[in-house]
């Protein structure tokens, strides 16, 4: 799975918990539950967003040869 593949899904991830949360139907505890798995995906999509600007600033633009 790519990247942009996990992104996508810790995305979608993100998205169905903020729905369940707008729902009201979670326990107090469940609710407080989800809150800290949020945290922990929001965690994780910083990290791949974070290794997808490094591969995208090490990787020469177009038509831009490193010196000798």
């Known amino acids: 799975m790519s990247s942009i593949e996990r992104l996508d899904d810790l995305i979608a ?3 169905r ?6 729902s009201g139907e979670l326990s107090a505890d469940a609710a407080a539950t989800m809150v800290e798995d949020c945290a922990a995906l929001a965690t ?9 600007t490094r591969a995208e600033v090490s990787a020469p633009a177009p038509g831009q040869d490193s010196l000798l």
Do not use: V
Request: cysteine-free; proline content about 0%.
């Open 17 to 22: 918990a903020g729905e369940q949360l707008r």
């Open 44 to 52: 994780q999509a910083a990290a791949e967003l974070e290794q997808l």
């Open 13 to 15: 991830r993100l998205e």
